[in-house]
């Protein structure tokens, strides 16, 4: 069965509007509109359609209701205004030059969108360089703080060296080398050298560490990296610092 009436461009030039407007309208008033569709999906507009689409278009271009009231007013009504409703004098096509109201709020909506998405973009791009600035420096920073803690570890290092063999070679001289004594001046010498390679080894031990945490650190993503600048290690170095105290007063 073959399905008869005006096709969409057709009734759009007979209700004087664009065939974008005639679709819209068709979506925003589907219980007041509902025109018939052929078996490939295509409108076909009666002439009570078409009747419609004219009130309609006298509600929305002639008594400037908003498409929220035209719906309320359309369902209130419930029924379909006789032709007699509708002045003749108002039913006359615009023209092709003016564009519907719907036709132009699309175009201004998409032009917002537009320009709300490029502000969106130019600022995350802002937003990303700062805290890639801010990462940098915040890096840098952890660097100088990591080199001048091995500068005072080999300094600790190097002063205990020296001071406990300051303190054998004071022994070495002023005690009679007798074999006890001789005994105990090794004992005293190896004690010391012991200690001084446990000194040592703690500190290669951390630097180790410390170069493995920065590696995983450079792998890791901006975030990241800020959270570990900013609290993991100022939370390691406060208990590196805690331990080295409980040591010494253990000591």
């Not at 004087?16 to 407007?21: I, L």
């Not at 020296?162 to 005690?175: C, F, Y």
Request: hydrophobic share 35%.
């Amino acid at each position: 069965m073959s399905i008869t009436g005006r096709t969409l461009s057709e009734t759009a030039a007979e209700v004087g509007v664009e065939p974008s407007t005639i679709k819209y309208w068709c979506e925003e008033f589907s219980n007041f509109i509902r025109p018939a569709r052929t078996p490939g999906g295509h409108r076909r507009f009666s002439e009570e359609d078409i009747r419609d689409l004219r009130y309609l278009r006298q509600l929305l271009h002639f008594q400037n209701l908003s498409i929220k009231q035209a719906r309320d007013y359309l369902n209130q009504a419930g029924n379909r205004p006789p032709e007699s409703e509708m002045p003749t004098a108002q039913i006359v096509a615009l023209p092709s030059a003016t564009p519907p109201v719907a036709s132009l709020a699309q175009e201004i909506c998409r032009y917002l969108e537009n320009q709300m998405e490029s502000v969106a973009t130019s600022q995350i791009q802002a937003m990303q360089a700062a805290l890639e600035q801010t990462a940098a420096a915040v890096l840098d920073g952890v660097r100088e703080l990591e080199t001048e803690r091995f500068t005072q570890w080999a300094d600790l290092v190097e002063g205990t060296a020296s001071k406990t063999n300051e303190n054998v070679l004071a022994a070495v001289h002023d005690l009679s080398r007798t074999p006890q004594e001789i005994e105990e001046i090794k004992r005293m010498y190896a004690e010391a050298k012991d200690r001084w390679l446990v000194e040592e080894a703690k500190v290669r031990m951390e630097i180790q560490r410390l170069r493995h945490e920065l590696s995983e650190v450079q792998n890791q993503s901006l975030w990241q990296r800020l959270v570990w600048a900013l609290f993991g290690r100022s939370r390691h170095f406060s208990e590196t610092d805690n331990q080295h105290k409980t040591d010494d007063q253990t000591e």
